[in-house]
């Protein structure tokens, strides 16, 4: 069963996570400088099988669109034209950022490991992708 691959975009890095083949867990699988992305996420469809992206769309708390729509609306774009048999879905990504330093606190992870973003990034593109599999009661559709 292919992957599901969720991207928070980001103006310099963008955090990426996938599924598990059976689609069960999300898990992080890397932070890549955003000019390079399209280059990495082609490369990484040739080894693997992906079903969909799950992109973070970024908003305000009142649904208007933030400074980074526009760049992620413009990726997605040149995404869907590099690699047009992969759907793209959206997905909400307010507060992510902050859900996932809260989740490394918890988790226990040092100071020094919180405070680089590229981590941050990675374990907000896995919330993406554990709301988006929630949120489509995906879990309880298997089978």
């Known amino acids: 069963m292919p992957r599901l691959l969720s991207i928070d975009y980001g103006a310099k890095r963008t955090g990426l996570a996938v599924t598990d083949p059976l689609q069960i867990i999300a898990s992080a699988l ?11 996420l082609k490369k990484y469809v040739a080894t ?4 969909a992206f799950i992109v973070g769309l970024p908003k305000h708390l009142d649904g208007s669109d933030t400074d980074n729509t526009p760049r992620v609306q413009g990726f997605v774009k040149r995404l869907q034209a590099a690699l047009p048999d992969i759907p793209v879905h959206w997905h909400d990504e307010r507060f992510t950022s902050r859900m996932a330093l809260q989740s490394m606190i918890a988790s226990g992870t040092k100071k020094k490991d919180r405070r680089d973003k590229g981590n941050i990034d990675k374990v907000s593109a896995v919330i993406i992708l554990q709301s ?12």
């Open 48 to 51: 693997e099988a992906v079903e």
């Open 30 to 40: 890397d932070t890549v400088p955003t000019h390079q992305l399209l280059d990495y």
């Open 132 to 143: 988006y599999m929630s949120s489509k009661d995906f879990l309880g559709n298997q089978g």
